[in-house]
């Protein structure tokens, strides 16, 4: 069993910027793919950046958040982050960590073992 607790969520304006982390229980931590998804209110959770296991040489990333999010994990924290530049109001949302225990960058939720409850982020215009 892997839990995965998200913080760093909260409110911020237009433009700024939020880094979230996910924190993992467990002595495999390296072996997992991560990823970060979203869900805004009435709507399906949706990918936005994902991160191979190890040295996480792979990384995906949604074309909505490509050149303004960046993944990136501490396997010596057991924890996985996102940078988040430049948000703006579509990126409200609540954001959840997920585990692959296949290690691969995936970016359907369907690949993924185990969730994280969810860390709110709003963004004021």
């Known amino acids: 069993q892997v839990q995965l607790v998200e913080s760093g969520g909260g409110l911020v304006q237009a433009g700024g910027s939020l880094r979230l982390s996910c924190a993992a229980s467990?002595?495999?931590?390296?072996?997992?793919?991560m990823a970060w998804f979203r869900q805004a209110p009435g709507k399906e959770r949706k990918f936005v950046a994902a991160?191979?296991?190890?040295?996480?040489?792979?990384?995906n990333y949604a074309d909505s958040v490509k050149g303004r999010f960046t993944i990136s994990r501490d396997n010596a924290k057991n924890t996985v982050y996102l940078q988040m530049n430049s948000l703006n109001p579509e990126d409200t949302a609540v954001y959840y960590c997920?585990?692959?225990?296949?290690?691969?960058?995936?970016?359907?939720?369907?690949?993924?073992?185990?969730w994280g409850q969810g860390t709110q982020v709003t963004v004021s215009s």
């Open positions: 997920a585990a692959d225990l296949f290690g691969l960058a995936e970016r359907l939720s369907g690949a993924y073992d185990y």
């Open positions: 467990g002595r495999t931590f390296s072996r997992y793919g």
């Open positions: 991160i191979s296991w190890r040295g996480g040489s792979t990384t």
